[in-house]
């Protein structure tokens, strides 16, 4: 059964640093391209990071330059580094695995990660 885990969210000050993780069970993660999503308070969820199995990596504007996607297919997880927090990083933070299966996308998602960015 496939299981995401994520975990390290908490408190912090405006311009510390955390690091995410997501732990993958399962057996599909070496094969999946894996992202990062935040659901601001009130909001909708969004992309943040990703990185495919080549290990190429893509940002939303906010995130890129602060925050690094990166993952350890020997342990199955993947790893947001986030870098000078802002009080806008705050939320939700959400990993999710994608393998293409016949040409069609199946998406698992974890419980998710509480990140509050505040003075």
């Known amino acids: 059964q496939v299981q995401l885990v994520e975990s390290g969210g908490g408190s912090m000050q405006p311009g510390e640093s955390l690091k995410l993780s997501c732990v993958v069970s399962?057996?599909?993660?070496?094969?999946?391209?894996m992202s990062w999503h935040r659901r601001p308070v009130g909001g909708h969820r969004e992309l943040v990071a990703e990185?495919?199995?080549?290990?190429?990596?893509d940002y939303v504007d906010s995130a890129r330059g602060r925050f690094t996607i990166t993952r350890d297919d020997d342990k199955s997880t993947l790893y947001l580094h986030m870098n000078n927090l802002r009080p806008e990083d705050t939320g939700v933070y959400y990993c999710?695995?994608?393998?293409?299966?016949?040409?069609?996308?199946?998406?698992?998602w974890g419980q998710g990660t509480r990140v509050t960015v505040s003075s």
């Open positions: 399962g057996g599909i993660f070496r094969e999946s391209q």
């Open positions: 999710s695995a994608r393998r293409m299966i016949f040409g069609a996308p199946l998406d698992w």
């Open positions: 990185i495919n199995t080549r290990g190429e990596t």
